[in-house]
C-alpha cells in the first residue's frame, strides 16, 4: 500500500460498541524530507477507551494525532478513524471576530445551532459566557470553549494534542476531571497527547509510548478511579513510565 487511506467503512454505519476498534492503523510511515518520523507503525485504540500517547520531544506524537486527525496525510499506510471525529490544541484557536456561541456553532449546519451551542457550553460550565467574546476569556474558559467546540460535533473520537499544557496547575487539574467525566458521559474514545506521565496515570488505561518511529512501549493502566496520586501502584506504573522515556527522577 502505498497511498494512504483514511477511510471509515463499518466504523460509521453503527454505533460504535466497547471492544471494537474505533481507530486502526497500519503500516503508517510519515517523514518530512529527511529521515522517517514514524515508522512503520501500526495502532488499534478500542472503542470507547482512553489512551495516552507519550514520547520524547520531536518523537512524532503530535504528527500521529494529526494524522489521525485527517490533517496531515501520510504517504505511506491505512488509517481507520471514525469520520466523527473532533481535535483539541494545546491553544484554543477561537475565531477573535466571533461571539463564544458562533465559536462553537462553527461548521454546524443542522438545527438550532445556537441552541447545540448553548447545550455544549452547559456541560462545560460556560452558559455565562455564551455571548462573550473569546478575547474576554481566561485561558481555562478559552480551553474549555474549544472543548464544547470539539463535543458539539457529537464526535466517537477526541483527538487532544496536550490540551491542558498552557494551564496552571489548578485550572489543570479541572479541565483533566471535565475530561474524563466528558469521556465516560459521552462514550468517547479518547486519544490524548501529554508529557505529563501524572496526568497520564490520572486518565488513561492504557499508555502508549512512542519511540524510533514506533510504538516502543504499550502498557495497560490498571488503577481504580478515581485515581491517587498516593496509591502503590500509581507509584509503580509511574516509574515504569519514567523509565520507559528514560528520565532519572532522582535527577529530574
Ligand atoms: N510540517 C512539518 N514540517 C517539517 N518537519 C516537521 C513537521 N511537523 C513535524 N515535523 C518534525 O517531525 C518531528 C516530530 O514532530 P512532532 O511535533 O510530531 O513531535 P512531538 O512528539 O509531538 O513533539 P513535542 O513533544 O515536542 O510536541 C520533529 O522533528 C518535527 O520537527
Do not use: Y
Amino acid at each position: 500500500m502505498t497511498a494512504i487511506e483514511t477511510r471509515a467503512p463499518i466504523l460509521d454505519e453503527a454505533r460504535l460498541t466497547r471492544g471494537e476498534a474505533a481507530v486502526s492503523v497500519r503500516g503508517l510511515t510519515r517523514s518530512f524530507g529527511g529521515p522517517a518520523i514514524l515508522t512503520d507503525l501500526d495502532l488499534e485504540l478500542e472503542a470507547g477507551s482512553f489512551t495516552v500517547l507519550l514520547g520524547r520531544s520531536g518523537s512524532g506524537k503530535s504528527t500521529l494525532l494529526r494524522t489521525l486527525a485527517g490533517l496531515d496525510p501520510a504517504p505511506a499506510g491505512t488509517v481507520s478513524v471514525p469520520k466523527e471525529r473532533a481535535v483539541v490544541f494545546q491553544e484554543p484557536r477561537l475565531l477573535p471576530w466571533k461571539r463564544v456561541w458562533r465559536n462553537v456553532a462553527l461548521g454546524l449546519r443542522q438545527g438550532d445551532t445556537r441552541a447545540q451551542a448553548s447545550a455544549a457550553l452547559a456541560e462545560l460550565g460556560l452558559s455565562h459566557r455564551l455571548d462573550a467574546w473569546p478575547l474576554t476569556l481566561s485561558g481555562g474558559e478559552a480551553q474549555r470553549v474549544a472543548l464544547a467546540r470539539a463535543l458539539v460535533r457529537r464526535p466517537k473520537l477526541m483527538l487532544l494534542d496536550e490540551p491542558f499544557a498552557a494551564l496552571d496547575a489548578l485550572t489543570r487539574m479541572r479541565m483533566q476531571a471535565l475530561v474524563a467525566q466528558l469521556w465516560q458521559q459521552h462514550d468517547l474514545t479518547v486519544l490524548l497527547v501529554t508529557h505529563d506521565v501524572d496526568e497520564a496515570l490520572l486518565l488513561g488505561d492504557r499508555a502508549v509510548v512512542l519511540i524510533d518511529g514506533q510504538i516502543g512501549a504499550d502498557i495497560p493502566i490498571n488503577l481504580d478511579r478515581p485515581r491517587r496520586h498516593g496509591d502503590p501502584d500509581f507509584i509503580r506504573l509511574r516509574q515504569q513510565l519514567l523509565a520507559t522515556l528514560g528520565v532519572d527522577e532522582t535527577t529530574g
